[in-house]
């Protein structure tokens, strides 16, 4: 539980940045640029995702083992992809079926919960799939995190 608590933690203080550059590249690609609502959204998520990526690997699952940057960068973008795709489904609901045309909708509706409802299924999918547990058969070796040398808790666990 106390792993559980610290990598939400992080995750959570590297979402909580890549949130802000989410929102303002939306933003400011939809309501200054005039980008369309899709592209906006998209745009921003590449950029996002990109900080989002370094951040996650090199910190918050910074315990968990290497499985290859090749493997982890592709599943991270095809995991990336699906939460796009759950945040422009929202965003394309409340445009094109409510026809909610304002930038309250464009927010409420793209950049709280579509990027929200995206965030708990990259959190789960990151753990799943692209950031092992040391124990997992894929895990590249790494003495430092053998379970059998060392806990699974790094010792700077508890500082966030």
């Known amino acids: 539980m106390q792993v559980l608590i610290h990598e939400m933690g992080k995750f959570g203080l590297v979402g909580g940045a890549c949130y802000a550059i989410d929102f303002l590249v939306s933003n400011l690609?939809?309501?200054?640029?005039?980008?369309g609502p899709l592209s906006a959204k998209t745009i921003s998520t590449v950029i996002a995702a990109t900080v989002s990526y370094i951040g996650n690997r090199q910190w918050s699952f910074n315990h968990r083992a290497r499985t290859g940057l090749r493997r982890e960068y592709t599943?991270?973008?095809i995991l990336n992809t699906i939460g796009l795709l759950i945040a422009l489904g929202c965003l394309g609901f409340a445009r094109y079926a409510l026809d909610l045309r304002g930038v309250l909708a464009f927010?409420?509706?793209?950049?709280?919960?579509g990027t929200?409802?995206?965030?708990?299924?990259?959190?789960?999918a990151y753990k799943k799939w692209v950031?092992?547990?040391p124990d997992h058969p894929k895990?590249?070796?790494r003495?430092?995190?053998d379970p059998r040398t060392r806990s699974a808790v790094p010792e700077h666990a508890g500082q966030v």
């Open 29 to 35: 690609c939809h309501t200054v640029l005039g980008v």
């Open 75 to 77: 599943l991270f973008v």
């Open 107 to 113: 927010n409420l509706f793209g950049n709280v919960l």
């Open 116 to 124: 929200g409802l995206g965030t708990v299924f990259r959190f789960w």
């Open 131 to 133: 950031f092992l547990h």
């Open 139 to 141: 895990a590249a070796t």
């Open 143 to 145: 003495p430092d995190l």
